[in-house]
């Protein structure tokens, strides 16, 4: 692995139900990011953690939850999708949280809602 | 509120000059950011800026005034590759990325 995966690539989801959308980084990278990207909208900031073990609330945090077990893994869950939640999804990280460090991006995860 | 402003969408020729402008409005300022984002890609990072002027980094440069919430990213030698979104990103006070809705660039022969 180099860089950040993110799975699935793409998937179609009934809403109601429950989905992970995984991330994984090999950087070492103590803080990560995840940012949802809609058509005509900026990239809107989800959760984020600054560093294993923590986590805090984004711009549009509403019917997402995220975790950080460890220092490589931050998989975000939507508990009951809607339609709303249709979007490309974006995991990111950075070397230290709230610096001016550069934040790297996953390929990303389209997901259909319906 | 915060507010990134940035044109949605720009045409060039190939081998042309072009200039994307980026306006903001932001609570505090750690920096401005450069991404370029292929279609169904990634963005990934072109440039940082802190203080104000002109950096260069090989056909690409970037631009800033932080006096008249301003930056530009000059892209020089257009090449078809070029042709993708570019988007630019302010690091508010608590170090959060406010992100402008990006600029296609579509580069024409």
């Known amino acids: 692995i180099a860089g950040i995966t993110q799975a699935p690539t793409s998937q179609i989801l009934a809403a109601g139900r429950r989905m992970t959308l995984r991330c994984t980084q090999d950087?070492?990278?103590?803080?990560m990011y995840w940012y949802r990207q809609d058509l005509g909208l900026g990239l809107r900031l989800i959760h984020y953690?600054?560093?294993?073990?923590?986590?805090g609330k984004g711009e549009v945090p509403d019917g997402y939850s995220v975790s950080r077990a460890n220092t490589d893994d931050f998989p975000l869950t939507l508990a009951s999708a809607v339609p709303s939640q249709t979007s490309v999804y974006f995991c990111?990280?950075?070397?230290?949280?709230?610096?001016?460090?550069?934040?790297?991006f996953g390929p990303g995860t389209r997901l259909t809602v319906l | 509120g915060q507010n990134i402003d940035q044109p949605t969408e720009m045409t060039a020729t190939e081998g042309a000059i072009v200039q994307i402008n980026c306006t903001y409005q932001?609570?505090?300022?750690?920096?401005l950011f450069w991404y370029q984002q292929h279609a169904g890609e990634a963005p990934t990072f072109l440039s940082y800026?802190?203080l104000d002027g002109l950096e260069e980094k090989g056909r690409f440069s970037s631009f800033l005034s932080r006096s008249k919430g301003y930056s530009y990213l000059l892209l020089k030698e257009l090449q078809m590759k070029d042709s993708a979104s570019y988007l630019c990103?302010?690091?508010?006070?608590?170090?959060?990325?406010?992100w402008g809705a990006g600029t296609k660039l579509i580069i024409k022969p």
């Open positions: 932001t609570s505090g300022f750690n920096g």
């Open positions: 990111a990280s950075s070397e230290l949280a709230d610096s001016t460090d550069t934040q790297y």
């Open positions: 990103a302010v690091l508010d006070s608590n170090y959060q990325l406010i």
């Open positions: 800026n802190v």
């Open positions: 950087m070492r990278h103590n803080a």
């Open positions: 953690s600054n560093t294993a073990g923590t986590t």
